[in-house]
């Protein structure tokens, strides 16, 4: 499988019935760039409007997934989407002149088949897969657990648990277009008659008959043709899970194993995906460094602070907001002397050493002041300190301080340590400052 981004080679348009109104709909799948990612598009509505298949834009998911941008809808959005990613699509606009896709027979497979008459282009921007390293859990009220582990390939295995347990079945793969076309693509949505009788006295799935869906009733299987596979059900659970969970935004390898899922517990992964996610880039701190004179490096430190190697604990002072008031940058490194000792094998920066840097970035700004060059100053003391998070190597110190008062050379400062706009520490100072 390349590791570029896929889009289709060409649009093509396949038409059906709609499983809910029962009306004609003709749904196309055309190209769409890098970055893209998947989009759905009413070209029945005025201004054709555009949703995104985002786990933001979730409805209502009881029998169904729909997404909803306003008063616009798409229903049972998960085979068409559950196609486009197993068949190894990344950029694709879905256009469809109805509120839901049609039903066909219930699989994915004529998706696939769709996509295979559209053809697939690689495109030039490399294709980004999370590669999921902490496990994440999922339960639901209903007795659904949905838990995602580590794993070098997107793999999924499912226990389906049917009505008071009947129809147990289990099925896991890893999902490749080869497997996905073969082994899970074909399998039919299924449901028990005594969930749609009520729908059907309400004049509901219009489109529905034994040729787009199993029906259970009681023991029976009910299909216009026989079982495609003995765990069809564990397979078409599969389908949808592999559907809804695109709808993080992020494809990713790790291996899902789902027990009695459904599109409530599938959708709320999906948003834990994409929390998690959001955590895992945060720890990319956005760095923006103002080019503005008050900047500080290092040399200009070395000119102010007396402190030198190992115990200078700042880098670069990154702006002043006022002459009281400054912040400056430590990128922590796994090269700090203190990590051998604190703690092997579990590095974290000893709160003290926050501490210091804090008092350092205050000590910038009353050594700034005429009077005090070539002074030291000496810590009196530290009030109201506060450790609420671990500083590990890799983390970016944004150090901020301000004095409040300075009067015959005693001063008073605030002044906090923040990562990934979380902060860590703080705490209220008070320095002397004497001639060295």
């Avoid at 834990?272 to 460094?289: D, Q």
Wanted: charged share 25%; aromatic share 6%.
């Amino acid at each position: 499988m390349s590791h570029m981004e896929h889009t289709l080679a060409s649009e093509a348009t396949l038409e059906g019935t709609s499983l809910h109104t029962g009306e004609k709909v003709t749904l196309t799948l055309k190209p769409a760039p890098e970055g893209h990612g998947f989009k759905f598009r009413r070209v029945d509505l005025p201004d054709k409007p555009f949703i995104d298949a985002c786990v933001s834009k979730v409805q209502t998911v009881e029998r169904a997934t729909t997404l909803a941008e306003g008063s616009v809808r798409v229903h049972t959005v998960e085979h068409v989407l559950s196609a486009l990613v197993g068949m190894g699509v990344d950029n694709a606009l879905v256009e469809m002149d109805s509120n839901e896709p049609p039903i066909g027979d219930g699989s994915s497979r004529p998706y696939v088949e769709l996509i295979q008459k559209a053809g697939l282009l690689e495109q030039s921007t490399p294709r980004k897969i999370w590669e999921i390293r902490e496990p994440i859990h999922l339960e639901t009220g209903d007795g659904s657990l949905i838990t995602i582990v580590p794993d070098k390939q997107f793999r999924i295995s499912v226990t389906n648990v049917g009505k008071d347990g009947r129809f147990v079945q289990y099925f896991s793969t890893v999902v490749t277009p080869e497997l996905y076309e073969s082994e899970i693509a074909p399998a039919r949505t299924f449901t028990f008659y005594e969930d749609i009788k009520p729908l059907l006295d309400k004049g509901l799935i219009k489109g529905g008959s034994l040729e787009n869906a199993v029906v259970v009733r009681g023991e029976e299987i009910m299909s216009k043709e026989p079982m495609r596979f003995d765990n069809e059900f564990a397979r078409h659970k599969a389908l949808d899970l592999i559907g809804d969970l695109m709808l993080s935004g992020r494809k990713f390898t790790g291996h899902v194993i789902a027990v009695k899922p459904g599109h409530g517990p599938n959708t709320e992964a999906a948003k834990a995906l994409r929390k998690n996610y959001a955590a895992m880039r945060a720890m990319v701190p956005p760095v923006e460094l103002p080019q503005a004179e008050a900047v500080l490096d290092i040399t200009e430190i070395l000119k102010i602070l007396p402190h030198r190697y190992p115990f200078l604990l700042i880098d670069r002072v990154t702006g002043f907001s006022s002459e009281m008031k400054c912040t400056a940058i430590k990128n922590v490194t796994m090269n700090e002397d203190f990590f051998q000792g604190h703690f092997p094998g579990h590095p974290v920066m000893p709160g003290v050493l926050q501490l210091e840097a804090m008092a350092q970035t205050a000590s910038i700004l009353i050594m700034r002041m005429p009077d005090n060059a070539n002074k030291i100053g000496y810590f009196l003391s530290a009030d109201k300190v506060k450790f609420r998070k671990p500083v590990v190597p890799g983390d970016t110190l944004f150090i901020d301080a301000e004095i409040l008062s300075f009067r015959r050379s005693i001063g008073t400062a605030i002044a906090s340590c923040t990562v990934n706009g979380q902060v860590v520490s703080s705490a209220e100072l008070k320095f002397a400052i004497v001639d060295a």
